[in-house]
């Protein structure tokens, strides 16, 4: 049984985010483990609140995380566990992948804002930190199935196996057709090379095809394809850029889940 970690703060995103994973985890037998950190926030440290009322705080917020993992359990017939702690949310994350021995950590997004293009969020923040897939999900999806994966990669960069067995192993599982998205800034013609015969073989088991377009905005491209292909979900690798680099490029696959209208796939090596 496959095992999803959803990161619950009882916002609006992160509810929204539960509910698709909750339904995508009925649909397919996944256990569902719902991860949430305690922080004391500043305002009650401001006003001195006692150690014995932060500590009545804190037993209610777990209590309210347990009966919300047993109402998931009831409605989507699945079975749930709990991970609540307080801490480094990603040490206490990586705790929590590693205890339920994950495959997939959902977390929900926020819809785009100048302060998160400038400053990013917890989860584009999560992408860049942590080498696991992250299933970011924005405010307004909603789960009726994955039908359609576009794989924007850069095949002229390389893709390892370890990604394309990934893909296959998610497209598998949900009997998904994959739609292998490169753009090219510059008109030429996709050549049959050892990438695409590596790609071949590794989703030959899966639907798959090839879509090629010439631009020089990656970004709206993919924006375009999305809208064109009627796509269910995005999958994208995420590429660690130097510091100095980091300054002048913005990663694709942050910007994508921070603005993005369908289910993001981020899958880092």
Not at 6 to 30: H, L, P, R
Not at 127 to 153: E, M, T
């Amino acid at each position: 049984m496959k095992t999803i970690i959803v990161a619950t703060d009882f916002s609006a995103e992160a509810d929204n985010a539960m509910t698709y994973a909750a339904a995508a985890a009925a649909e397919k037998g996944y256990k569902l483990v719902l991860y949430n950190l305690y922080k004391t926030s500043i305002h009650a440290m401001n006003a001195r609140i006692s150690g014995s009322e932060i500590d009545q705080i804190f037993e209610w917020r777990r209590n309210k995380h347990k009966e919300i993992a047993k109402m998931i359990s009831e409605i989507y017939h699945i079975q749930t566990d709990v991970y609540f702690a307080t801490g480094n949310f990603y040490e206490e994350l990586l705790n929590c992948i590693q205890l339920h021995q994950t495959d997939l950590v959902v977390m929900g997004m926020a819809e785009k804002s100048l302060e998160q293009d400038l400053l990013g969020n917890t989860t584009t923040q999560v992408i860049d930190r942590l080498k696991f897939p992250i299933l970011s999900i924005p405010l307004n999806a909603k789960y009726n199935g994955i039908k359609h994966i576009l794989f924007a990669c850069d095949i002229s960069r390389g893709i390892h196996r370890v990604i394309l067995d990934r893909v296959h192993d998610f497209a598998a599982d949900f009997g998904a057709t994959v739609e292998v998205f490169y753009v090219r800034q510059k008109a030429e013609e996709l050549s049959r090379d050892q990438e695409l015969e590596l790609l071949d073989a590794s989703l030959n088991e899966v639907d798959h095809y090839y879509k090629q377009v010439h631009s020089s905005k990656i970004i709206k491209a993919i924006e375009k394809e999305i809208t064109t292909s009627k796509t269910d979900l995005l999958i994208m690798v995420p590429y660690r850029h130097g510091f100095w680099h980091s300054l002048l490029h913005k990663s694709k696959t942050r910007v994508m889940a921070s603005g993005n209208s369908v289910p993001l796939l981020s899958l880092p090596l």
